[in-house]
């Protein structure tokens, strides 16, 4: 079982920047891939990024390269999201989940627990 919690969410104006945080609990793996999903007002989840929890195997959507970077504290069992040169359409509800299946996907589906979310709103 694993157990995610994100916090960090809020309101911030167009081209400012937020950090996104993912407390994970219960038994990790290094072979667990954490992803981080988000879901616009009247739009599918979608992917965002992922990172391999005991390797350095990283993968971002096309819309958010460059811009957004997802990292890891072993230690503290944290997953990062830092989320700068943000844009209205960025507008979502942020989740983290986590895939025990040993391969990254950029699939939803694949991803086998799943936080409640934070909501990033993006003014203009």
């Known amino acids: 079982q694993v157990q995610l919690v994100e916090s960090g969410g809020g309101l911030v104006q167009a081209g400012g920047s937020l950090r996104l945080s993912c407390a994970v609990s219960?038994?990790?793996?290094?072979?667990?891939?954490m992803g981080w999903f988000r879901q616009g007002p009247g739009k599918e989840r979608e992917f965002v990024a992922a990172?391999?929890?005991?390797?350095?195997?990283?993968q971002y959507a096309d819309g958010v390269k460059g811009r957004f970077t997802i990292s890891r504290d072993n230690a503290k069992k944290v997953v990062y999201l830092q989320m700068n040169s943000l844009n209205p359409e960025d507008t979502a509800v942020y989740y983290c989940?986590?895939?025990?299946?040993?391969?990254?996907?950029?699939?939803?589906?694949?991803?086998?627990?799943w936080g409640q979310g934070t909501q990033v709103t993006v003014s203009s």
């Open positions: 219960g038994r990790t793996a290094s072979n667990y891939f």
């Open positions: 989940a986590a895939n025990t299946r040993g391969f990254v996907s950029q699939e939803a589906a694949y991803y086998n627990y």
């Open positions: 990172i391999l929890w005991g390797g350095v195997i990283i």
